[in-house]
């Protein structure tokens, strides 16, 4: 078994086929066309969801001259949707970068979010969640993006293996019962069993 451990990782595992099951996001699969190459079936996915700005005392604007001098909070790790790349899009539209934005990152969301609440930064760039409205105000949010796609489970399917595809729906949906995070609860499989 082989588990990565970086997105470096995960991009190099999918361009080469070495991965039988993959959590991913899709447009790394189709990035690689992996789906056609290798046989990468979705088999399950998570909802979609979506990118906002949240602050804890003012809703953002998603203006130049109110993010001007503004400290905001996003993910070291590029891939993320909702905490890197949609927020580094919506500031380059603006005209916003490194150089006139002060950027700190952090590696988790959890870490965003604590980082907010101690007062590191002004804005972070994440999803909602339904716990947050137990610490932070749905009135507080600038949405940046309504719909990123969320991740999905694929398995290799190099032949019609439909006993294989059920025994490892079974596995995956055992899977994401038992985590601990409510996002991974939430999930759909694909038809084809019965």
């Not at 580094?88 to 539209?93: A, E, F, N, P, S």
């Not at 991740?151 to 019962?177: E, G, P």
Request: neutral net charge; contains cysteine.
């Amino acid at each position: 078994m082989i588990i990565g451990q970086s997105d470096y990782d995960t991009f190099r595992y999918i361009n080469h086929g070495v991965v039988d099951l993959a959590l991913v996001k899709r447009n790394v699969v189709d990035a690689f066309a992996a789906n056609d190459i290798y046989g990468l079936t979705p088999i399950a996915s998570h909802p979609d969801y979506g990118a906002f700005f949240i602050s804890l005392r003012e809703k953002p604007k998603l203006e130049k001259e109110y993010l001007l001098g503004k400290r905001i909070g996003l993910l070291d790790y590029p891939s993320s949707r909702s905490g890197h790349i949609v927020p580094k899009t919506v500031l380059k539209r603006l005209g916003l970068s490194d150089t006139n934005v002060n950027i700190v990152y952090y590696s988790s969301h959890k870490e965003l979010r604590r980082a907010l609440l101690a007062g590191e930064v002004d804005i972070i760039s994440s999803y909602w969640a339904k716990d947050d409205e137990e610490i932070l105000s749905k009135n507080y949010t600038a949405p940046l993006l309504q719909q990123v796609s969320g991740m999905r489970w694929y398995l290799k399917m190099q032949t019609q293996n439909t006993d294989l595809f059920c025994a490892m729906q079974s596995v995956i949906h055992d899977i994401a019962m038992a985590h601990p995070r409510p996002y991974y609860k939430n999930i759909v499989l694909e038809e084809g069993c019965r």
